[in-house]
């Protein structure tokens, strides 16, 4: 299957002046006249939330309060659902139950070919389910409809096959020893496994996270996204017609302060995988270190350079460009949220990347065309609008945009600065939302350099012809994907993770499986070998 474009990830923090809903700055800059579409009364899709409860030990009850939250639609505010509230008592009953089904249930016990063919029922019927899953993701989350439906449900499908395959081919070693002695070297299912899961891509880290943890035989309690926790539910009635024994994977929905910090926090969790902003990502791998000392994967935050040579074919690198800054709303952990032009050519293509950011379609993500919903909720609203002002403020030139789109919802014009410096928070700081910022750069040694001045380093691009020139920069960057000529290619067998302070460990293909076994060497003395 040819690999896909998609990205991921997840709440961030700031602290900057707050702005006001509508900014009202234009000093003298276009005005925002695009090809978007008015926002007209909002599309409901024909879809019946029937699962709001927490699923624990293959039951859908209530969270131990009795509390629920509302989980609201981006592009209106307005309650789409209310959800069960889950907090530490729900996460203990999840463990306790994640716990059982692995030291006493068939789950580890069955045979791999047996737990791939539960993934692979599971699959299909994910494959039957498509469309409402895409309504439904679309509906809590505001990403248009067209990209849920056919590049991040097929991927979603993709990716439990991928892992299906690989259940029955995780073996150990048998290692020579210096002596008379035969030494097994066994991988093991490492136990019960935390999984906390970011709001921009759901389903898809849901895949990333819960698909190499069954295939190992392990046990699950994921926390969803409080923002977007009803696909999470709907996929989790489906593991069950699959087939998917009671307490193998367990699903509580809740906030991170409470249920989040509990699930990170809990003696009897063997294993944790978090998805989402630096600053939580550090509160998580100290709340693990507090307790049992469990292990922990991190995919946290980036700022990710897309750099374009002065050799570039500028309408290809334009258009490039904005998609892997503005998919998803900005919304993604490994956005290329800092252009680097060479000098030749910038003058062009800021002229360019403007025009291509004022054609952006921006409204109903249910409708036909749309290739920008909400963001997903009014605080990261009101975040990218002051961070907005925050370029404004430091004098780089607002080219289009800078404005809330419409007067209801979540929605934000697409955004271009140019003559940014690589000093200014919209410059360092992600922004994770639909704000380009245009650098511009003299030399290969000089832009390797300034893309490597972060805390962060997920992620970048290289747009080039030459080869030499490509390898050069690649090898540099320090970021643990280089997108070379294309951005945001995610395909199942492809590592993904970051340097520094954007994450611990990878996730997808081979390595991920390395996150949830055990490696345990087992030596017995031999009497009289034939040989050693």
Same mark, same amino acid.
């Given at each position: 299957?040819?690999?896909?474009?998609?990205?991921? &990830?997840?709440?961030?923090?700031?602290?900057?002046?707050?702005?006001?809903?509508?900014?009202?700055?234009?000093?003298?800059?276009?005005?925002?006249?695009?090809?978007?579409?008015?926002?007209?009364? #909002?599309?409901?899709?024909?879809?019946?939330?029937?699962?709001?409860?927490?699923?624990?030990?293959?039951?859908?009850?209530?969270?131990?309060?009795?509390?629920?939250?509302?989980?609201?639609?981006?592009?209106?505010?307005?309650?789409?659902?209310?959800?069960?509230?889950?907090?530490?008592?729900?996460?203990?009953?999840?463990?306790?139950?994640?716990?059982?089904?692995?030291?006493?249930?068939?789950?580890?016990?069955?045979?791999?070919?047996?737990?791939?063919?539960?993934?692979?029922?599971?699959?299909?019927?994910?494959?039957?389910?498509?469309?409402?899953?895409?309504?439904?993701?679309?509906?809590?989350?505001?990403?248009?409809?067209?990209?849920?439906?056919?590049?991040?449900?097929?991927?979603?499908?993709?990716?439990?096959?991928?892992?299906?395959?690989?259940?029955?081919?995780?073996?150990?070693?048998?290692?020579?020893?210096?002596?008379?002695?035969?030494?097994?070297?066994?991988?093991?299912?490492?136990?019960?496994?935390?999984?906390?899961?970011?709001?921009?891509?759901?389903?898809?880290?849901?895949?990333?996270?819960?698909?190499?943890?069954?295939?190992?035989?392990?046990?699950?309690?994921?926390?969803?996204?409080?923002?977007?926790?009803?696909?999470?539910?709907?996929?989790?009635?489906?593991?069950?017609?699959?087939?998917?024994?009671?307490?193998?994977?367990?699903?509580?929905?809740?906030?991170?302060?409470?249920?989040?910090?509990?699930?990170?926090?809990?003696? +009897?969790?063997?294993?944790?995988?978090?998805?989402?902003?630096?600053?939580?990502?550090?509160?998580?791998?100290?709340?693990?270190?507090?307790?049992?000392?469990?292990?922990?994967?991190?995919?946290?935050?980036?700022?990710?350079?897309?750099?374009?040579?002065?050799?570039? +074919?500028?309408?290809?690198?334009?258009?490039?460009?904005?998609?892997?800054?503005?998919?998803?709303?900005?919304?993604?952990?490994?956005?290329?949220?800092?252009?680097?032009?060479?000098?030749?050519?910038?003058?062009?293509?800021?002229?360019?990347?403007?025009?291509?950011?004022?054609?952006?379609?921006?409204?109903?993500?249910?409708?036909?065309?749309?290739?920008?919903?909400?963001?997903?909720? &009014?605080?990261?609203?009101?975040?990218?609008?002051?961070?907005?002002?925050?370029?404004?403020?430091?004098?780089?030139?607002?080219?289009?945009?800078?404005?809330?789109?419409?007067?209801?919802?979540?929605?934000?014009?697409?955004?271009?600065?140019?003559?940014?410096?690589?000093?200014?928070?919209?410059?360092?700081?992600?922004?994770?939302? #639909?704000?380009?910022?245009?650098?511009?750069?003299?030399?290969? +040694?000089?832009?390797?350099?300034?893309?490597?001045?972060?805390?962060?380093?997920?992620?970048?691009?290289?747009?080039?012809?030459?080869?030499?020139?490509?390898?050069?920069?690649?090898?540099?960057?320090?970021?643990?994907?280089?997108?070379?000529?294309?951005?945001?290619?995610?395909?199942?067998?492809?590592?993904?993770?970051?340097?520094?302070?954007?994450?611990?460990?990878?996730?997808?293909?081979?390595?991920?499986?390395?996150?949830?076994?055990?490696?345990?060497?087992?030596?017995?003395?031999?009497?009289?070998?034939?040989?050693?």
């Amino acid at each position: 299957m040819a690999a896909r474009r998609i990205s991921s &990830l997840f709440s961030r923090s700031l602290s900057l002046p707050t702005a006001p809903a509508s900014l009202g700055f234009r000093r003298g800059i276009q005005r925002f006249t695009s090809r978007a579409a008015v926002i007209d009364e #909002p599309i409901i899709p024909p879809l019946q939330i029937n699962y709001t409860k927490l699923l624990i030990n293959g039951q859908f009850v209530d969270s131990a309060s009795g509390k629920t939250f509302p989980t609201l639609d981006p592009r209106t505010g307005e309650v789409i659902a209310h959800v069960a509230e889950g907090d530490a008592e729900d996460i203990n009953r999840a463990v306790s139950a994640a716990r059982k089904a692995f030291d006493e249930g068939p789950w580890p016990r069955m045979t791999a070919y047996e737990r791939s063919r539960i993934m692979l029922r599971f699959a299909d019927l994910v494959e039957k389910h498509t469309q409402e899953l895409a309504q439904l993701e679309t509906w809590d989350n505001g990403k248009p409809y067209e990209q849920a439906l056919t590049a991040e449900l097929p991927l979603f499908v993709r990716l439990f096959h991928y892992y299906a395959g690989w259940a029955d081919k995780i073996h150990g070693l048998t290692v020579p020893a210096d002596g008379p002695h035969h030494v097994q070297v066994l991988h093991e299912p490492i136990g019960v496994a935390g999984q906390i899961i970011p709001w921009n891509f759901p389903l898809l880290m849901l895949a990333w996270k819960v698909g190499p943890a069954l295939a190992c035989g392990n046990t699950i309690v994921l926390k969803s996204a409080e923002q977007t926790p009803l696909t999470a539910l709907y996929v989790a009635k489906l593991f069950q017609e699959a087939g998917l024994p009671d307490g193998v994977l367990n699903v509580v929905s809740g906030y991170g302060s409470t249920a989040g910090a509990a699930l990170a926090s809990h003696m +009897d969790v063997d294993k944790l995988a978090f998805t989402g902003s630096t600053s939580t990502g550090k509160v998580v791998l100290e709340l693990a270190a507090r307790s049992n000392l469990k292990p922990v994967t991190l995919e946290l935050g980036g700022k990710s350079p897309f750099i374009v040579c002065d050799d570039a +074919d500028v309408d290809h690198a334009v258009e490039l460009a904005h998609f892997a800054l503005f998919f998803n709303q900005g919304q993604c952990c490994c956005a290329g949220s800092r252009t680097y032009v060479h000098e030749r050519i910038y003058d062009e293509f800021v002229d360019k990347a403007k025009a291509r950011a004022l054609s952006r379609t921006v409204g109903d993500p249910f409708k036909k065309g749309i290739e920008q919903g909400p963001q997903i909720d &009014l605080k990261q609203f009101e975040k990218v609008l002051r961070y907005i002002k925050s370029g404004i403020d430091s004098d780089a030139t607002l080219e289009c945009g800078g404005d809330r789109f419409g007067y209801e919802g979540y929605f934000v014009q697409p955004t271009v600065f140019s003559n940014v410096k690589d000093d200014m928070l919209i410059a360092q700081d992600e922004i994770f939302g #639909p704000v380009q910022s245009i650098l511009k750069f003299k030399d290969v +040694d000089e832009v390797i350099k300034r893309a490597n001045a972060t805390r962060y380093g997920l992620a970048a691009g290289v747009f080039t012809t030459n080869i030499d020139k490509a390898n050069t920069i690649s090898r540099g960057l320090k970021a643990g994907t280089v997108w070379i000529n294309c951005y945001d290619i995610f395909d199942a067998a492809i590592p993904f993770g970051g340097y520094k302070m954007s994450g611990i460990g990878r996730e997808k293909g081979v390595y991920s499986l390395n996150n949830y076994l055990q490696v345990k060497s087992v030596i017995s003395p031999l009497k009289n070998p034939a040989w050693l």
